[in-house]
């Protein structure tokens, strides 16, 4: 069992931590706890670094103070590089169990029987810099170091299971072309428009995964209810040399959850760290997100090939219904990070981490990405030695004849520096025992080769398969997306090459958007497969609403302390939080605590609201703001007491299947968790496209 987060940091910081997980132990001795100790110099000796040493007490500082010049001289140098791209993130430490005995398929130690290893997870955004937003809308990377017997396993994949390119040879220029304008510096806040898509129009094979980005996936609501994906093809090797490609995916087990973009940009503004305030709070409350593992498999018949689909492109994907993925183990997120630099700042993924028993294939983005993250580790950490850093550090032995460069921090005992020698250096292992191939013989002539793609069939199948409401959305965001670049050439084309070809109604709808000259109507009627369960939709199906949080509106006078426990008791067993908030803090006079008021909060901040009566000294466009807000968005919204007279006034008609309750407290708190967990938001209540624009 591994000790709660909160026992964890008591035990942490008096230096007695002890626990049954390998990681912890091997980090507890780097744990520094300075509370209450007297300062000292970094060579030892006390000295009190509060006042400069100076000629008089209104003197000149003297030179002379060292201590006070090497405080400064630290502070200068704090800062490292921040990564060249996902320079936002945060994350945790957790375990991972493998629920079966995977040797069959593969040597993997962490897929053996009942293998429990550590784990840290760094969830981030690609594009966003370090003081951006977390809720913007771009592709979140879902990076996992298995710290297994061994060695450290790295799993370094997104939320969404395609990419916008195929051969790595690109990826600088994607890069640049998302990031600010090189002449102008913006936007710094998230992915540039004239630039990206001027890119994107000439990659029509990322036009599967620019969808996604633009659906309501692009806009989790938080790391918790994400996917991972792995989005390469990856090679299984067992004990008995065989092969067997595969895919991994994350699966979280609360589900998919969205935001809607306008909140999303609202959300952005008010708390840019709602994300890792959401993961943080949730393992600090002993809610622990939990993620399965599930693996596609697909004979390594040396083609690379499934069913039509070309394992080897990464823009593309293998839909389930076309193979269906087994679960492999389930992940656990259970305790915060000690200190952010040492941590997630410092952790190091690299796709070249693998163990034994998982390789690679000839794909050319996997390819280059197995030299990049260690290349850009040594550059953003300063040294080659960055693999020793505690976060970094496997947990089984790592003996090697790598020796020093800047910073190392082991004392190597003896004269051996080489292998193999006769003077008693390592040993080297058997060649077979980390990368092995299987049967795989390369054979080919040199060249710069396209990798080709079919650029649109997915778009449309993904296309296919969102509903009314997901398609607006998806319509929105392109027409946004365009209707920000400044050049009308590139709108164009991308309305005319990439979605005309994807669909020629979609291209209409956005072209209208942005008032752009509509595409000819097409009378063809592409008949392409829809695969909806591979599409995994947000806010679809049965949801867990497991630190989701409700606002309960109160005043002085209305919500009564009895009207309170029965809401709290239908969501306390589900792990529903709840805010109350009136027009003041603090207590009530009715009794009610006030966690929050309409200064501090904002409806973007919860899931569903319940108004329990606001009248007194609120103003009325902040209540109407507060509530009207919260339809727009979609949520559900229940009334008890005097509440409903605010409904009715503000137009809003009890209706359950548009999510607006009204009754006793004990009902409409039923109410709302049902609707919470499905559908979560009822988006049906904004308009949609006038279908004439495609007739
Ligand atoms: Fe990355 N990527 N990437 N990437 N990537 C980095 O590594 C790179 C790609 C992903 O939380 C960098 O430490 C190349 C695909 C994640 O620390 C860098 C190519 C996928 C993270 C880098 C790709 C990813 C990174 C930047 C194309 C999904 C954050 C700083 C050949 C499967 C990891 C760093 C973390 C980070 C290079 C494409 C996921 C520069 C060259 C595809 C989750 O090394």
Excluded at 64 to 76: A, L, P
Excluded at 183 to 211: I, V
Excluded at 449 to 478: C, E, G, R
Aim: glycine residues 10%; charged residues 15%; aromatic residues 10%.
């Amino acid at each position: 069992m591994l000790l709660s987060t909160a026992s964890c940091f008591i035990l942490a910081f008096t230096g007695l931590a002890f626990s049954q997980s390998p990681k912890q132990d091997q980090l507890q001795p780097f744990l520094q706890d300075t509370l209450g100790q007297i300062e000292t110099t970094d060579n030892g000796a006390q000295d009190n670094t509060a006042n400069s040493l100076r000629a008089g007490p209104r003197g000149h500082v003297l030179l002379e103070d060292t201590t006070v010049r090497k405080k400064m001289i630290h502070f200068d140098r704090e800062r490292q590089p921040e990564r060249v791209v996902h320079a936002l993130g945060h994350g945790a430490y957790g375990t991972f169990e493998s629920s079966g005995d995977w040797s069959n398929i593969t040597s993997a130690c962490w897929l053996q029987n009942n293998v429990t290893s550590d784990v840290f997870v760094r969830f981030s955004v690609v594009v966003a810099g370090m003081g951006g937003s977390e809720v913007g809308r771009d592709t979140h990377g879902f990076a996992t170091k298995i710290y297994s017997q061994c060695g450290n396993q790295d799993l370094v994949g997104n939320h969404l299971p395609s990419f916008f390119i195929n051969d790595g040879a690109l990826f600088p220029d994607l890069v640049h072309a998302v990031k600010a304008e090189a002449d102008k510096g913006f936007p710094t806040g998230g992915t540039a428009h004239t630039t990206a898509y001027d890119f994107f129009t000439q990659r029509p094979e990322g036009s599967y995964q620019l969808m996604n980005v633009l659906s309501d996936l692009g806009i989790p609501r938080d790391v918790r209810h994400i996917a991972g994906a792995g989005v390469h093809t990856y090679r299984f090797i067992n004990d008995a040399g065989e092969s067997t490609l595969f895919k991994w995916y994350w699966q979280p087990q609360l589900g998919l959850r969205s935001l809607v973009y306008d909140e999303a940009t609202k959300i952005a503004g008010k708390n840019n760290n709602f994300q890792r305030v959401d993961l943080f709070n949730s393992i600090a409350a002993g809610l622990f997100p939990k993620w399965d593992l599930l693996i596609q498999l697909f004979p390594d018949d040396g083609t690379y090939m499934f069913k039509g689909i070309d394992l080897l492109d990464p823009t593309k994907v293998v839909p389930n219904e076309l193979n269906k993925p087994l679960k492999f183990g389930t992940m656990t997120l259970n305790r915060n990070p000690t200190n952010f630099f040492s941590e997630p700042e410092s952790i190091a993924f690299a796709p070249s981490n693998v163990v034994r028993g998982v390789t690679f294939v000839p794909d050319a983005l996997l390819q280059w990405r197995l030299m990049s993250y260690d290349d850009t580790h040594t550059h953003r950490l300063g040294s080659p030695n960055n693999y020793l850093l505690p976060v970094n550090r496997p947990v089984t032995p790592v003996n090697n004849n790598f020796r020093d460069g800047y910073m190392q921090p082991e004392i190597y005992v003896g004269a051996s520096t080489s292998s193999p020698d006769g003077i008693g250096g390592v040993i080297g292992a058997n060649a077979a025992s980390t990368l092995d191939y299987g049967n795989e013989t390369i054979n080919g002539a040199i060249g710069r080769y396209n990798v080709i793609s079919d650029d649109f069939t997915q778009a449309t199948s993904f296309w296919n398969s969102l509903d009314p409401y997901a398609q607006q959305h998806t319509v929105d965001a392109y027409r946004f997306e365009l209707g920000n670049v400044a050049n009308s050439t590139v709108v164009s084309t991308y309305i005319n090459e990439i979605l005309n070809s994807i669909d020629n109604c979609l291209a209409r709808r956005v072209a209208f958007g942005v008032g752009a000259p509509l595409p000819t109507i097409s009378k063809s009627n592409k008949s392409i497969p829809v695969y909806p369960s591979e599409f995994k939709l947000a806010n679809q199906g049965k949801l867990s609403v497991e630190g989701l949080v409700v606002g309960i509106l109160a005043d002085d006078n209305s919500l009564s302390v009895a009207e309170l426990s029965s809401l709290q008791a239908s969501f306390a067993p589900l792990s529903v939080m709840f805010q109350v908030v009136a027009p003041h803090q603090g207590l009530l006079n009715t009794g009610v605590l006030a966690n929050s008021s309409y200064i501090t909060t904002s409806s973007i901040f919860y899931d569903a609201i319940v108004i329990g009566g606001a009248e007194t000294a609120t103003p009325r466009d902040t209540l109407t703001t507060f509530v009207m807000e919260a339809f727009g968005h979609g949520k559900p919204i229940a009334a008890i007491g005097n509440g409903a007279g605010i409904l009715s006034d503000l137009g809003l008609k009890v209706d359950s299947s548009m999510g607006l309750f009204a009754g006793g407290a004990a009902d409409v708190a039923g109410q709302i968790v049902q609707a919470l967990m499905s559908p979560g938001r009822f988006p049906q209540r904004n308009p949609l496209d006038s279908p004439s624009l495609c007739k």
